[in-house]
T-cell receptor, first 115, second 113 residues
Framework: GAVVSQHPSRVICKSGTSVKIECRSLDFQATTMFWYRQFPKKSLMLMATSNEGSKATYEQGVEKDKFLINHASLTLSTLTVTSAHPEDSSFYIC???????????FGPGTRLLVL | SQKIEQNSEALNIQEGKTATLTCNYTNYSPAYLQWYRQDPGRGPVFLLLIRENEKEKRKERLKVTFDTTLKQSLFHITASQPADSATYLCALGRGTGFQKLVFGTGTRLLVSP
């Protein structure tokens, strides 16, 4: 099946710094990717829809200036957490839809810890 | 508001038994419902999709039912194995093609040898 990768898998940073997370579709092209956030023992919460060649669409309550999304190519979307604070610590997961289908392929996730 | 509920408590069963997980939803009219498996520290993995006009779907030891009147889906794993231990998430979607999914909170399944 299709593979989605994320990098890094785990990152620890100081409060106030910015962190970039990459999401790549390895063997297929994805014009759309989704970014989720998951707190411990909680469900996945959709943060934004990343669109190749255009601006991302953010869900209500998600600060677009805080979580910058860039979908520069058909296989890469990046999420940058700017001026990170401890409350941004979470598990961030991206996904890419299977073309023409309703299913999504998820990346392995990135664990962010802000000290 | 839209709500998707799954058993919040872990489900503990004995190896070889059938595990049944529940997904209930309110204030939502999904075109389809999906089940995903998530292992600790990993992203979800797609298992099955069932559409609103389908009552039941099977894949190997997995079976999913979808009752749009009750607004409920049941997910069954027959002849369960310890390797089936994971968190199972249901997700609802509308329309066709690329669509945003709304996820339930997930149910943790523990299969004991």
């Amino acid at each position: 099946g299709a593979v989605v990768s994320q990098h890094p898998s785990r990152v620890i940073c100081k409060s106030g710094t910015s962190v970039k997370i990459e999401c790549r579709s390895l063997d297929f092209q994805a014009t759309t990717m989704f970014w989720y956030r998951q707190f411990p023992k909680k469900s996945l919460m959709l943060m934004a829809t990343s669109n190749e060649g255009s601006k991302a669409t953010y869900e209500q309550g998600v600060e677009k200036d805080k979580f910058l999304i860039n979908h520069a190519s058909l296989t890469l979307s990046t999420l940058t957490v700017t001026s990170a604070h401890p409350e941004d610590s979470s598990f961030y997961i991206c996904s890419a839809p299977d073309r023409g289908k309703e299913t999504q392929y998820f990346g392995p996730g990135t664990r962010l810890l802000v000290l | 508001s839209q709500k998707i509920e799954q058993n919040s408590e872990a489900l503990n069963i004995q190896e070889g038994k059938t595990a049944t997980l529940t997904c209930n939803y309110t204030n939502y009219s999904p075109a389809y419902l999906q089940w995903y498996r998530q292992d600790p520290g990993r992203g979800p993995v797609f298992l099955l999709l069932i559409r609103e006009n389908e009552k039941e779907k099977r894949k190997e030891r997995l079976k999913v039912t979808f009752d749009t009147t009750l607004k409920q889906s049941l997910f069954h794993i027959t002849a369960s194995q310890p390797a089936d231990s994971a968190t199972y998430l249901c997700a609802l979607g509308r329309g066709t093609g690329f669509q945003k999914l709304v996820f339930g909170t997930g149910t943790r399944l523990l299969v004991s040898p």
